[in-house]
C-alpha cells in the first residue's frame, strides 16, 4: 500500500525498488488493542500475537484508514516515504558492506577503520574479545596492554550521537558506529548476522565518570537498536576499570590494593590504617599498560558485566523515554525516579 502510494506520487521511480516493510517501520510506532477469545502466541515467550483472524482484521483496517490518511495528509506522507527511502539506502549499504566482509572483500572495511583497529592475532571467533574503548590516550595504553592473541582494540575519539534520535541513515553517516560495524563485520539492523560477528564478546570500556557512564548509555542504545542478538546471546559486557589505586610502603615492601566503588576504598583504608598513598582515577588514560591489563582486561582478575534484558517491554519504554527525542515523557521519569536530594553538590 505504502509502495503504491509513492509510486503513484512519483516519490519512488520505475526503476527504484519496492520499499520494504522494515524501512517503512523505523522509527514508527502503534498501540493496537485487539480483544478476542480464541487467542494464540507465538513461542514459548508468548511476546507475539500468532492468531490469524487478528492478524487479517488489522491488516484489513490498518491499509484501509492508513490510505485514507496518506491522501488527507500529503506532506506527512511525503515525510514518511523521504524517511523510509533513506532507511532502505542505509540498508542497502549495511548490507552490502557485510556481504563484502563475508566474501573477503575487506577493503570498505579497512578504508573506513582507517588502521584505528587493532586487530586481534587469533582467527578463532570464539575466543576474540573486541574492546570498544574511549579516547586515544586510553586505547593506547589497552594496545600495549592486551593479550595481543585474543583482544582486539577499537578506540573511538568523540562522543557518538544518540542513535534513538537518530534513523538508520544518520548513524550510518557517523564515524564512530561505522567503525564499530565494520570491525563486527556482521552488518547492522535487519542486516545483522550474528554468526558473521569477528568477535565472542563485545567489552565496552568508558572512563568511571559521568562522560563515560553517557557514552556507554549511547553504545547500549546503538547495540540494542541495531546489533540487538549480540545482547540477546549475552555477548556485550561493560568494563570495570577502578576507581581508587591505595598504596602502602613499609621500607622496600610495597602493597597495592585497587577500589572499584566507595565501600571497598573505605575497607581497604581501614586494613591500610593511616601510612597510605591514595590516587582517584579520572581516566582510563592515568593508568599505565600494565595497570589497565592487570585491572580491568586479564580474563584471570577482571569483572566484566554482562549486559542482558531481564524485561523487554520494560527495556523498550525505558530506551524510548529516556533516549528518545519527546521531552516531557523524559522529564516525567526524572522527577518520578530521581531524588535530587540525595545527590552530593
Not at 510506532?29 to 492468531?51: C, P, R, W, Y
Not at 589497552?142 to 595481543?148: E, F, M, T
Not at 575497607?267 to 591489563?293: A, S, T
Request: hydrophobic content about 35%; overall charge positive; cysteine-free.
Amino acid at each position: 500500500m505504502m509502495n503504491d502510494y509513492a509510486r503513484k506520487t512519483h516519490m519512488l521511480k520505475e526503476k527504484d525498488k519496492n520499499l520494504e516493510g522494515n524501512d517503512l517501520r523505523e522509527g514508527m510506532m502503534a498501540v493496537i488493542s485487539v480483544k478476542m477469545s480464541d487467542v494464540e502466541f507465538v513461542g514459548q515467550t508468548k511476546d507475539q500475537l500468532g492468531s490469524a483472524s487478528a492478524r487479517s482484521t488489522v491488516d484489513a483496517i490498518v491499509t484501509e484508514k492508513m490510505q485514507i490518511f496518506l491522501e488527507e495528509n500529503p506532506q506527512t506522507a511525503q515525510l514518511l516515504i523521504k524517511k523510509s527511502v533513506q532507511a532502505s539506502k542505509a540498508r542497502e549499504a549495511a548490507r552490502k558492506a557485510r556481504d563484502d566482509m563475508r566474501n573477503g572483500k575487506k577493503k570498505s572495511g579497512s578504508s573506513i577503520l582507517g588502521g584505528k583497529l587493532t586487530p586481534a592475532q587469533s582467527k578463532d571467533f570464539s575466543r576474540t574479545e573486541l574492546f570498544v574503548v574511549e579516547g586515544n590516550s586510553a586505547g593506547g595504553s589497552a594496545k600495549q596492554g592486551r593479550d595481543s592473541k585474543i583482544q582486539a582494540i577499537l578506540p573511538l575519539r568523540g562522543k557518538p550521537l544518540n542513535p534513538e534520535k537518530a534513523g538508520l541513515a544518520e548513524v550510518m553517516k557517523n564515524e564512530e558506529y561505522r567503525m564499530i560495524v565494520a570491525a563486527i563485520g556482521a552488518g547492522i539492523g535487519s542486516e545483522f548476522e550474528i554468526e558473521d560477528s569477528n568477535y565472542s564478546k563485545i567489552i565496552i570500556m568508558t572512563d568511571a565518570d559521568t562522560d563515560g557512564a553517557h557514552i556507554q548509555v549511547l553504545l547500549l542504545t546503538f547495540f540494542y537498536r541495531y546489533m540487538k542478538p549480540l545482547i540477546d546471546a549475552g555477548r556485550v559486557y561493560i568494563a570495570q576499570p577502578p576507581l581508587y589505586k591505595i598504596t602502602r610502603k613499609s621500607g622496600k615492601l610495597e602493597t597495592v590494593r585497587y577500589a572499584y566503588n566507595d565501600e571497598q576504598l573505605q575497607n581497604y583504608l581501614k586494613e591500610f590504617g593511616k601510612n597510605y598513598e591514595l590516587q582517584r582515577y579520572k581516566g582510563l588514560g592515568e593508568m599505565n599498560p600494565e595497570q589497565l591489563w592487570e585491572t580491568t582486561m586479564n580474563p584471570e582478575t577482571r569483572t566484566l558485566l554482562q549486559v542482558q534484558i531481564e524485561d523487554k517491554a520494560k527495556a523498550e519504554k525505558r530506551i524510548s523515554t529516556l533516549m528518545g527525542d519527546k521531552i516531557d515523557p523524559r522529564k516525567r521519569w526524572i522527577i518520578d525516579h530521581v531524588d535530587f536530594r540525595e545527590i552530593e553538590e
